[in-house]
T-cell receptor
């Protein structure tokens, strides 16, 4: 079965500094990887995904993620953190196809990493 | 968050009450999902509907009863819940594409069971 690990419960970074939120995964077959962000009292917002192609994926709000197959990692990065980036970040991996039709791929989420950007 | 809406946003209910959560997606998707988000735990997939047919039920207690009357609407009917059912309930939708499915989430319903 597929799994996702986010080794850090919390990451603190100063505003203007680069940030990294770590994610490692385990899945059979080709990995399809996702990052979501959750602001307080809100649902999850899609940031970016890796399907195939370039190992560096660019997403919303200036975020990017680097896929590393040998290390089975998909770390989220941003060159310069903003206070407004403070939120809960979730990494997810798509599992294998379970049945035909829509909804046939299911996501397995990590426990989340709380990012705090300090002014 | 106008793509997927959920009502109510907050709900307090007693263990003997019956209530329903509503989800509506405006994205033209053909799959919808219910998730449970509890503190300190990963998101738990509860139900999946594909083209209005339930295709997944992840061992969810029968006090949770989903309903999908059409491809845009999803309900979660609740009855005789337990305090441990207090959580954020998230609805999501997706559309099959050649690059795989991205799930889009609603804002959630914060449920408190007393």
């Amino acid at each position: 079965a597929q799994s996702v690990a986010q080794p850090e419960d919390q990451v603190n970074v100063a505003e203007g500094n680069p940030l990294t939120v770590k994610c490692t995964y385990s899945v059979s077959g080709n990995p399809y990887l996702f990052w979501y962000v959750q602001y307080p009292n809100r649902g999850l917002q899609f940031l970016l995904k890796y399907i195939t192609g370039d190992n560096l994926v660019k997403g919303s709000y200036g975020f990017e993620a680097e896929f590393n197959k040998s290390q089975t990692s998909f770390h989220l990065k941003k060159p310069s953190a903003l206070v407004s980036d403070s939120a809960l970040y979730f990494c997810a991996v798509r599992g294998p196809k379970r049945y035909s039709g829509a909804g046939s791929y299911q996501l397995t989420f990590g426990k989340g990493t709380k990012l705090s950007v300090i002014p | 968050e106008t793509g997927v809406t959920q009502t109510p946003r907050h709900l307090v209910m007693g263990m003997t009450n019956k209530k329903s959560l509503k989800c509506e997606q405006h994205l033209g998707h053909n799959a919808m999902y219910w998730y449970k988000q509890s503190a300190k735990k990963p998101l738990e997939l509860m139900f999946v509907y594909s083209l209005e047919e339930r295709v997944e039920n992840n061992s969810v207690p029968s006090r949770f009863s989903p309903e999908c009357p059409n491809s845009s609407h999803l309900f979660l009917h609740l009855h005789t819940l337990q305090p441990e059912d207090s959580a954020l309930y998230l609805c999501a939708s997706s559309q099959v594409t050649g690059e795989g499915e991205t799930q889009y989430f609603g804002p959630g319903t914060r449920l408190l069971v007393l």
